[in-house]
């Protein structure tokens, strides 16, 4: 299949899609991207230079420079960006974002979360909302999550770091120091209510 404008599915020259895969229109594929027999790439999916396994399904996502294995899932509305790598049995989920980074197998990120120069294990459960802080204004820095560690939502992860083996981060937590085996990290401030205090606060409207 290449160079299919009619049927609004464009494959370039330099693309291979295996007999056995699917691809529905709209679709855009190109730069020497291979998608394996089996995968399905499903509408409104732009893949350029990226690599799709066998069983993989890309549903209406962008994966540019990426290498997905088998078995996942990728989207609605995800963005895998250079030097994304994820490996096999993953839930990469809506309006996530990975960049520079590789995923372990069995590993989820399910929804709103961005992963950047990062090398994250087996079977992480990466929560909405979690954020890993690869950049300080002048240099990129390197997180490491080993297997199985629970990253709760909304959490930000602050580069350079290493979350070792089953450590657990409760969600709304800032990680600025690394963790041990079976770690938990909680990192909040607890709230304080004043009965009665948002009188005049708002005007509604």
Known sequence: MQNEFSSGIYVSADSIVE?????????????????????RIMPFSHIENSYVGEGTVVYSSTLIGAHVEKNCTIGPYAYLRCGATVGERCRIGDFVEIKASDIGPGTKAAHHAYIGDAVVGENVNIGCGVVFCNYNGRTKSKSVVEDGVFIGANSNLVAPLLIKRGAYIAAGTTVTCDLADGDLCIGRQREKVLRGGAAGRYENG
């Open 19 to 39: 007999d056995g895969a699917r691809i529905f229109a709209p679709a855009y594929i190109s730069g020497g991207s291979h998608i394996l027999s089996g995968a």
